[in-house]
């Protein structure tokens, strides 16, 4: 009597929670063979197949291992990276955990350039009713980006900045000055906490921070003198008259006259004059900063009828057309031809004479609170300071 040949068994192998059966497995053909099946990473049902039963159960034990690790072979790990494993598992971490980490890697790795554009979306979403400050850190980031753009964010240092600090240049090749340098740092500090806030720098002090502040000496304001300003109110034309007078005698900002192309700030409107109570409102839509009480000198009221400006007749914005310092058609700035008569424009000089002047009148605290500052920005960029009589010549100016 002949014994019947065994049926071929099938093998379970197991790794960890991993399990993959080894069965056999007929061809339509009719030959024999082993097979397997697994779910690759996408969750289809693949299939492997062989001849040889041995040869499909070591098959079946890797994938199953493979499985187990994640589809990641744990055997060509280096020395380091199998005690950064070996340390993250100590710590019993969750599927959230690993999460976390994955997107706090992906965040660090960012280039300067993905950042930038990022942040250029945020600031300009958020930006407020000037755009001045968002075309500045444009222009300046920008820059940056042109060396950097492709360099990691996370991965700049101290050195990084530094260097590109000193190495900015004027397009004829000299040394930016100290002021400019100070502004571009200042954008990039701006930069890079935004950056740290969005999870794309680590904690800490940001590598713009570190960097070594361009030391910026204080300059003295350039003041006019009563006769200067004389000058100039005789010869100014009558569409620039309102800005000469506004901005010497009561300090107006250039950009409350003339808001900057683009910007969505109005301007200051002679509707912001209360003649009769001898005060102007400044909205603070036109400010810089808050609402402000300006009170209007006899002597605005003086020139601007001088020049025609008739105060029943005033309406709409105070400055229009193009602003003073532009040219056209070949044709000088009304700045340049005023400065003319008194050895140069020098920039900034209305707003400097007005607080320097009234503060010899009224005090400090008082004059910053109508020029819109605070009382320590004022003192360091405006202040030259000038004696009660100065100030009386200078406000009792007439025609």
């Known amino acids: 009597m002949t014994s019947k040949k065994a049926e071929p068994k099938s093998k379970t192998i197991r790794v960890g929670s ?7 497995w007929q061809h339509p053909s009719g030959a ?11 969750g289809k049902r693949k299939f492997i197949t062989r001849a040889d039963r041995a040869e499909l159960i070591d098959l079946a034990r890797n994938k199953a291992r493979e499985i187990h690790n994640g589809n990641f072979d744990l055997t060509i790990l280096s020395d380091e990276q199998a005690r950064l494993c070996r340390a993250f598992l100590e710590l019993n971490p969750t599927w959230q955990h690993i999460a976390t980490l994955r997107e706090t890697a992906s965040a660090h790795s960012i280039t300067v350039a993905a950042a930038l554009t990022c ?7 958020n930006r407020g009713l000037s755009g001045r400050n968002t075309t500045t850190l444009r222009k300046n980031l920008n820059v940056f980006s042109a060396t950097h753009g492709e360099r990691i964010l996370s991965g700049l240092t101290k050195s990084d900045i530094d260097q590109w600090l000193v190495s900015l240049k004027k397009t004829n090749g000299d040394p930016l000055a100290p002021r400019t340098r100070l502004n571009f740092r200042r954008s990039l500090v701006t930069f890079f906490l935004w950056a740290q806030k969005s999870g794309y720098v680590p904690p800490g002090e940001t590598a713009a921070a570190l960097s070594e502040k361009p030391i910026v000496e204080d300059k003295e304001p350039l003041t006019l003198t009563p006769k200067e300003y004389k000058t100039m109110l005789e010869a100014v034309s009558q569409q620039y008259a309102p800005w000469l007078i506004l901005g010497g005698f ?3 900002r250039h950009e409350e006259l003339y808001p900057e192309a683009g910007s969505r700030k109005p301007g200051l409107t002679w509707e912001d004059f209360q003649w009769k ?3 102007v409102i400044v909205p603070k839509a036109v400010s810089k900063t808050r609402r402000r009480i300006v009170p209007i000198p006899e002597a605005v009221i003086t020139w601007l009828n001088h020049h025609g400006h008739k105060l029943a007749n005033l ?3 105070c400055c229009t057309g193009k602003p003073p310092a532009k040219t056209s058609h070949k044709i ?6 005023l400065g003319n008569l008194i050895g140069g424009w020098r920039p900034n000089c209305l707003r400097d004479s007005f607080i320097s002047y009234r503060a010899a009148q009224i005090g400090l605290g008082q004059t910053a609170m109508e020029a819109g500052n605070s009382e320590s920005e004022a003192k360091k960029s405006y202040l030259h300071a000038m004696s009660e009589a100065d ?3 200078f406000f009792d100016l007439r025609p």
């Open 18 to 24: 991993v399990s993959i059966t080894a069965y056999p």
């Open 32 to 42: 024999a063979y082993w097979r397997f099946a697994y779910q690759d990473r996408a």
């Open 119 to 125: 942040f250029h979306e945020t600031k300009n979403a």
């Open 250 to 252: 009561m300090g107006f």
């Open 277 to 279: 109570e001898g005060l």
């Open 315 to 317: 309406t709409g914005r």
């Open 332 to 337: 000088e700035s009304e700045t340049k031809r």
């Open 391 to 393: 100030a009386t010549a």
